[in-house]
């Protein structure tokens, strides 16, 4: 913005609506016929251009004079929607703030009285426009009054955008040397890990001790329960793969498919219920049976090691052998075989069309990979149930890359591109390190990391992901994100970014629909890319010591989570008050600090030099043991005690 703009955008603004309701644009553009006199004029004033660390926004009033609705009104580029060539319309919202006497004045309304607007230009939109006239035109609610440019139109420009943030030529490589292993458990757990457990399980008093109790007493719940574990699902809906097998909690997307739709779906048997989270339930099964053989004395009443292997590995076997296929029994390789259905039975339609994502349940062969490689450290596989188990994991392998590559082609195709850079494609690179380390497979190992070449290739490989995910140190935001819909973090949805970001923060941030997502969703990132730490940790590479190009870290992550937790308390709301210590705190008022405790858990674990996660260890703890995700397996024992 040149000097003699920065000059008039400092007055403009500095003036009010009461001097400025008829003042004359400083640019003449061509004028819209006449208006139908049986109803008001459109009228309104553009107070000015607001640039401030929740990002760009116009303000100013706006309204069909007489009525008392709240009007739309639409931002134009370049010029006006009257001329010829007509303007750019750039983005629209409406004209339902607050006002004050005179505008109601103006607008000849004492009974609406809500005229004033304030609406957000988005960073994507100001890398192309910047520099160019801003027009606001008011759209009538009644007649046909012409949907006039209000006062101060072409007196603005758009203002210039933020920096982009620019990808680097390449991205720095994960330090270290593979390390094959011959023996299970290698992936998420050793051995040694295993034992290292058990000990701290037989301690009277400690953490683990009581953890491990809880987790007896899950698997003995769950092999008493009256549920057909051996149900298996093979049909397209990912509702169903979700809730059957995936997600042992009722996700926060699939609500509509209620218990006797499951039944159906999974062909219940008679007088049971459907599984929820099948591979979870496996997945810690297989890890209280393997803790008990590390040495990990059974509470009183607690199950068999034998016992709840034998649930595991029922599990496992009937998804090996009946899921995931299509009606010629192929495994469903391409997102095209899988479908998102309403509750009326119709395709549920997205912003990429009927493209469902069919990736989302990636997330529970992370926890069948743990439950194959538990059993078989058990030795309680046979080999025939071991090529089984093998088979189906090849294949899944196979259908995560394949579907990861050509989903990540859409997204990035998609107006809000830089939105693929989230939870659910950690979960899908975390399932492929993860099925690669079962297999002992390097070379796919480090595809996954890297991107490989020919028919390993990974579009989107982990340290690409790593880097667009965690922001570091005098980082700007990524742009193409789903625009704010207020310039207030409390009013606006579903999405919501300042034009800030701190160290540590992470790209999920921007979801804003409820409460829940603003930090469930960055935590649910972050625990991925711990997993994923944890794989490459026992494969002789260091995921926890990474940094990207932009000098983040898991590490400087967890941190930057970890100061809501200290400021604002573990699963408290954030507010303006609470949270003032916290860099760019603005991001995230009206969100709960939920998912925060287990990550500063074992953050507190892998960095034990760390003092903010170190001292944050014990309300973590009691934030944990209320939480969902309290026997979490594959991070089970990730703690300090």
Same mark, same amino acid.
């Given at each position: 913005?040149?000097?003699?703009?920065?000059?008039?955008?400092?007055?403009?603004?500095?003036?009010g609506?009461?001097?400025?309701?008829?003042l004359a644009?400083?640019?003449?553009?061509?004028?819209?016929?006449k208006?139908?006199?049986?109803?008001?004029r459109?009228?309104?004033?553009?107070?000015?251009?607001?640039?401030?660390?929740?990002?760009?926004?116009?303000?100013?009033?706006?309204?069909?004079?007489?009525?008392?609705?709240?009007i739309?009104?639409?931002?134009?580029?370049?010029?006006?929607?009257?001329e010829?060539?007509?303007?750019?319309?750039?983005?629209?919202?409406?004209?339902?703030?607050d006002?004050?006497?005179?505008?109601?004045?103006?607008?000849k309304?004492?009974?609406g009285?809500k005229?004033?607007f304030?609406?957000?230009?988005?960073?994507?939109?100001?890398v192309?426009?910047?520099?160019?006239?801003?027009?606001?035109?008011?759209?009538?609610?009644v007649g046909?009054?012409?949907?006039?440019?209000?006062a101060?139109?072409g007196?603005?420009?758009?203002?210039d955008?933020?920096?982009?943030?620019k990808?680097p030529?390449s991205?720095p490589?994960?330090?270290?040397?593979y390390?094959?292993?011959?023996?299970?458990?290698?992936?998420?757990?050793?051995?040694a890990?295993?034992?290292?457990?058990?000990?701290r399980?037989?301690?009277?008093?400690?953490?683990?001790?009581?953890?491990f109790?809880?987790?007896?007493?899950?698997?003995r719940?769950?092999l008493?329960?009256?549920?057909?574990w051996?149900a298996?699902?093979?049909?397209?809906?990912? *509702?169903?793969?979700?809730?059957?097998?995936?997600?042992?909690?009722?996700?926060?997307?699939?609500?509509?498919?209620?218990?006797?739709?499951?039944?159906?779906?999974?062909?219940?048997?008679?007088?049971?219920?459907?599984?929820?989270?099948?591979?979870?339930?496996?997945?810690?099964?297989?890890?209280?049976?393997?803790?008990?053989?590390?040495g990990?004395?059974?509470?009183a009443?607690?199950?068999?090691?034998?016992?709840?292997s034998?649930?595991?590995?029922r599990?496992?076997?009937?998804?090996?052998?009946?899921?995931?296929?299509?009606?010629?029994?192929?495994?469903?390789?391409r997102d095209?075989?899988?479908?998102?259905l309403?509750?009326?039975?119709?395709?549920?339609?997205?912003?990429?069309?009927?493209?469902v994502?069919?990736?989302?349940?990636?997330?529970g062969?992370?926890?069948?990979?743990?439950?194959?490689?538990?059993?078989?450290?058990?030795?309680?596989?046979?080999?025939a149930?071991?090529?089984?188990?093998?088979?189906?994991?090849?294949?899944?392998?196979d259908?995560?890359?394949?579907?990861?590559?050509?989903?990540?082609?859409?997204?990035?195709?998609w107006?809000?591109?830089? *939105?693929?850079?989230?939870?659910?494609?950690?979960?899908h690179?975390?399932?492929l390190?993860?099925?690669?380390?079962?297999?002992?497979?390097?070379?796919?190992?480090?595809?996954?990391?890297?991107?490989?070449?020919?028919?390993?290739?990974?579009k989107?490989?982990w340290?690409?992901?790593?880097?667009?995910?965690?922001?570091?140190?005098?980082?700007?935001?990524?742009?193409?994100i789903?625009?704010?819909?207020?310039?207030?973090?409390?009013?606006?949805?579903?999405g919501?970014?300042t034009?800030i970001?701190a160290?540590? *923060?992470i790209?999920?941030?921007?979801?804003h629909?409820?409460?829940?997502?603003?930090?469930?969703?960055?935590?649910?990132s972050?625990?991925?890319?711990?997993?994923?730490? *944890?794989?490459?940790?026992?494969?002789?590479?260091?995921?926890?010591?990474?940094?990207?190009?932009?000098?983040?870290?898991?590490?400087?992550?967890t941190?930057?989570?970890?100061?809501?937790?200290?400021?604002?308390?573990?699963?408290?709301?954030?507010?303006?008050?609470n949270?003032?210590?916290?860099?760019?705190?603005?991001?995230?008022?009206?969100?709960?600090?939920?998912?925060?405790?287990s990550?500063?858990?074992?953050?507190?674990?892998?960095?034990?030099g760390?003092?903010a996660?170190?001292?944050?260890?014990?309300p973590?703890k009691a934030a944990?043991?209320?939480?969902?995700s309290?026997?979490?397996?594959?991070?089970f024992?990730?703690?300090?005690?």
């Amino acid at each position: 913005m040149t000097k003699r703009w920065k000059v008039r955008f400092v007055v403009r603004a500095a003036l009010g609506a009461l001097c400025c309701i008829s003042l004359a644009p400083l640019r003449t553009f061509a004028q819209p016929p006449k208006a139908d006199s049986a109803a008001g004029r459109i009228v309104g004033h553009i107070d000015g251009v607001a640039v401030d660390t929740s990002g760009a926004h116009v303000r100013g009033w706006a309204c069909q004079q007489g009525r008392p609705e709240s009007i739309a009104v639409y931002i134009y580029a370049s010029d006006s929607a009257h001329e010829s060539p007509k303007g750019i319309l750039s983005t629209a919202g409406k004209a339902d703030l607050d006002e004050e006497l005179a505008v109601d004045a103006a607008c000849k309304d004492t009974v609406g009285r809500k005229h004033r607007f304030d609406v957000p230009l988005p960073g994507a939109l100001l890398v192309k426009l910047h520099g160019m006239w801003l027009f606001v035109h008011g759209i009538r609610v009644v007649g046909t009054v012409e949907n006039a440019a209000i006062a101060g139109s072409g007196t603005f420009q758009f203002p210039d955008a933020p920096p982009v943030r620019k990808a680097p030529a390449s991205y720095p490589p994960v330090a270290g040397h593979y390390v094959s292993l011959n023996e299970h458990p290698r992936v998420f757990d050793t051995r040694a890990d295993l034992q290292d457990i058990a000990t701290r399980a037989n301690t009277p008093g400690s953490f683990t001790a009581e953890r491990f109790s809880a987790l007896a007493a899950r698997v003995r719940r769950d092999l008493a329960a009256k549920i057909d574990w051996e149900a298996t699902y093979s049909g397209c809906d990912m *509702e169903i793969y979700l809730r059957g097998f995936a997600y042992e909690q009722k996700p926060a997307y699939g609500n509509d498919r209620s218990e006797e739709d499951l039944g159906r779906a999974l062909q219940v048997r008679s007088g049971l219920a459907p599984p929820h989270g099948a591979a979870i339930v496996a997945a810690r099964a297989a890890l209280y049976a393997a803790l008990v053989q590390a040495g990990a004395t059974p509470p009183a009443g607690g199950p068999t090691a034998d016992a709840a292997s034998s649930l595991a590995k029922r599990i496992v076997l009937a998804w090996a052998d009946h899921g995931f296929r299509d009606d010629a029994g192929a495994f469903r390789d391409r997102d095209e075989k899988y479908c998102d259905l309403n509750p009326d039975g119709k395709p549920h339609v997205t912003q990429f069309g009927t493209f469902v994502g069919a990736l989302t349940h990636a997330r529970g062969v992370i926890y069948s990979v743990e439950a194959q490689d538990l059993l078989q450290g058990l030795g309680a596989v046979t080999p025939a149930e071991q090529a089984r188990l093998d088979a189906f994991h090849h294949n899944m392998f196979d259908v995560i890359r394949a579907i990861n590559n050509a989903e990540y082609g859409v997204s990035m195709g998609w107006r809000y591109s830089d *939105e693929t850079y989230n939870n659910q494609y950690v979960g899908h690179l975390t399932a492929l390190l993860a099925i690669s380390r079962l297999f002992d497979d390097a070379e796919n190992l480090k595809a996954v990391l890297g991107g490989g070449k020919g028919a390993r290739t990974v579009k989107l490989p982990w340290i690409e992901l790593f880097d667009h995910v965690i922001y570091g140190p005098n980082d700007t935001p990524l742009l193409n994100i789903t625009p704010n819909s207020s310039p207030d973090p409390l009013k606006s949805h579903p999405g919501y970014q300042t034009a800030i970001v701190a160290a540590g *923060e992470i790209n999920d941030r921007y979801r804003h629909s409820n409460p829940s997502q603003g930090m469930g969703y960055p935590m649910g990132s972050l625990e991925g890319l711990y997993m994923a730490a *944890e794989i490459l940790k026992n494969s002789g590479l260091d995921g926890y010591g990474y940094r990207g190009a932009h000098g983040q870290s898991i590490e400087m992550a967890t941190q930057y989570y970890a100061c809501f937790a200290k400021s604002v308390g573990f699963t408290r709301v954030v507010t303006k008050e609470n949270s003032r210590q916290c860099p760019d705190a603005m991001q995230y008022w009206g969100m709960v600090v939920n998912g925060v405790h287990s990550n500063v858990l074992i953050g507190a674990y892998r960095f034990p030099g760390d003092p903010a996660l170190v001292e944050l260890n014990a309300p973590a703890k009691a934030a944990f043991v209320k939480s969902a995700s309290s026997l979490e397996p594959i991070l089970f024992g990730k703690w300090r005690d």
